[in-house]
């Protein structure tokens, strides 16, 4: 790997772990920040497919206490990180979420003009 593609991954590495640090915390603008603003969000929670952008999942991170004031055994581990020269894929495993939540993530990060955003979130809850 040369310089320029470990300085990709670094930054798309700082951006995953901020991602999963905001969710804990409850850093609703951090997360804000980290999303593209045309971002799409798909996924399942339980049965229920939702289909959009970020914006229910900021609310919802929003409108309970951060599980790192309230405890929550939260746990995020990614289990694959791919990066190309702009784009870029990750995989996160979440456990704890808000207590005993579990969900399996698919993220797709895009550079735009030097900065690495999460363009696309695909997710299920397990």
């Given amino acids: 790997m040369n310089s320029s593609q470990n300085e990709a991954e670094a930054a798309v590495r700082a951006v995953l772990d901020g991602y999963a640090g905001a969710v804990y915390h409850g850093d609703v603008e951090t997360l804000k920040d980290i999303f593209h603003p045309q971002a799409c969000m798909n996924g399942y929670l339980g049965d229920k497919l939702l289909l959009g952008g970020p914006e229910p999942f900021l609310a919802d991170i929003g409108s309970h206490p951060p599980m790192a004031e309230s405890g929550a055994p939260f746990k995020a581990e990614f289990s694959a990180i791919h990066v190309s020269s702009r784009t870029a894929t990750a995989t996160l495993h979440e456990t ?20 690495w955003k999460i363009i696309s979130k695909t997710f299920e809850s397990l």
């Avoid at 939540?101 to 030097?114: A, I, Q, R, S, T």
């Fill in 96 to 115: 704890g979420f808000f207590g005993t939540g579990k969900f399996v993530n698919y993220f797709h990060l895009l550079n735009d003009n030097g900065e």
